[in-house]
RNA sequence: GCUCCGAUAGUGUAGUCCGGCCAAUCAUAUUGCCCUCUCGAGGCAAUGACCGGGGUUCAAAUCCCCGUCGGAGCACCA
């Protein structure tokens, strides 16, 4: 049954109950707090919105956002949305080839394919073209003011001198721009607004700049003459018909300048939602790229699936679902106010999808050995999963001696049950086997501790978002494949990242992996 | 300094447009109890909020004003 989608269980119970089904479904939508609805949806045929990273490296949490929300959208109205990769800027955010690939693959892992894909760093003559348009309308001029000058200008609401120039003479000299006689700094085409706008952050702006760096794309490498984001956005929202535009509280001013634009053109502006900031509230590392790209290079961190990096890959590596950041997402609505996301609210959505179908297992970390006296079962069996007895049971071997975590060990004379094993009295520092059945634990006076056989226990390190932890985990750990999730029970779920070859009992038998870090059986930690 | 936004429990959110049904919703968190051979899951319960001050009104979380606090923009960054 769980194999079905949502829609065959749907059908599905539709056929069996309908009366039921239409409970659960009124009862649904009373409960679950969707985000708000799109403002002046039903004015649309279809509802289109964009996603428009900066490719500069692969998305940390807050990133998740986006998607999530843009995604929830498109299913809600049927609608549609691309990707859009704003890389105007080849030199002070200059995008990274590989982040392109990168971000699509983080969108991939939240459970998202975007209808279409763009690069605007593809689309520089478009750009071009609508700046042609715009100069003719008498909306743009051609400026070589210094930064400062046209700044001072700009706050006492005074025009520049350039500002008047004829739309021929403005054409030629963009026309230069785009053949890049100009360097850096010389020459900018800026958007005639309203000089003496009492918001002196829309007073003229700059559409398009020099830039001496080339592009790190090849097919973009020739371009000298690049637009500022404020017009390149403008132009393909339009182009692209975007009817809902959802982006960041730092991006409110942008609306109104690109307004300007299209009451050049005479273009409907489309619809905005802006959103505030998020803070993450578990990681020491702050969460911003650039941040955790220098961590990296400096190797503080191992990479961006670092457990300590608060970024989607580390998230993933770690077993949790995109599911579960999504939701968290989703929660968090459209409000202007930051917002902090508290992790746990994610750990708690995904111990919701991951628990029922992970199996259980034994790793103790730090563990201290004490030998085994009386006669003990030679093997335990506890269930793979205590409320799912139909998956059977685990074969541990026991030994003579186990290890404990330093926290469970008992006091001197003090009785502990051993999960799946029995119950041992701590006598002369030897766990001596007693004929307590379970009741002693029902009765509240005896612990119940996890444990594993000293002798066939395999190392394990554990990688957690605080540090790596090291320990030893039951033998059947070492047949698991990379990429199952476990919960070590009574420490957390973790994912499997590597099982060493010479963990396994019948290595010989396996074909071998040609994995260098073989050696060592690692496991992330997801979370409690 | 100029210009915009915003403020509901630890966290997030509903309600604010169209004042009364809000002594305020839901989730998460924390705590306690039940259950359980996990500190997981499940069940039950408790904790906990309308930024402050005025005004309008029979009635304000909701409307108005003033403050306070927070955020954003004023880039040849995105």
Redesign the pocket.
Known sequence: MNDLSYEEKRERLEELAPEELAEIEAEDEG???P??DLPNAEAYDEIRMRC???PNGPWHVGHARMPAVIGTYRDRYDGWFCVRF????P???RPDLEAYDAILDDLEYLGFEPDAVYR?SDRLETYYDHARELIELDGAYTC????EE??EL??AGEPCPHRDKDAETVLEEFEAMVDGEYD?????LRVKTDIEH????L?D??AF???DTPHPREEANDYRC?????F?SGIDDHLIGITHIIR???????AKKQRFVYDYFGWEYPEVV?W??VQL?AYDVKMSTSTIAELIEEGELDGWDDPRAPTLKSLRRRGIRGEAIVDAMV????????????M??I???N??LI??ETD?RFMVRDGTELPLGGSPPAEAN?PL???HEERGVREIPVGDAVLL?P??LPDREERV??????CFRYTDGTLEHTDDD?DV??EGDVD???WVPASESVPLRMRTPEGDVFGRAEPGVADLEPDELV?F?????ARIDNVAQSATDDSSNRRSRDRHEDEETVAYYTH?
């Not at 850096?184 to 900018?188: C, D, F, I, P, R």
């Not at 009492?198 to 952050?201: I, Q, R, T, V």
């Not at 960041?248 to 942008?254: A, F, P, R, V």
Request: with cysteine; proline share 7%.
């Open positions: 409960d679950d707090h985000l708000p428009a990273p900066n704003d890389d105007t800027d030199e002070t955010k605007a070589s003011c210094p930064g046209f700044s700009k706050n850096s700094g010389e020459m900018v009492k918001n002196p952050a007073r702006f700059v700049r020099m830039i690049w637009p500022m984001l404020d390149q960041g509280i730092d991006l409110q001013d942008s802006h505030g900031h509230d929660d968090l609505g459209t409000s202007t106010s930051d917002v902090d996301l508290a746990s609210s750990y708690a959505n111990r919701e628990d029922d259980r506890p999963h205590p409320d975590e926290d469970d049950w051993l999960k799946g094993l029995g379970i634990v029902r119940v501790v996890h919960q029970e009574r420490v957390g779920f409690d």
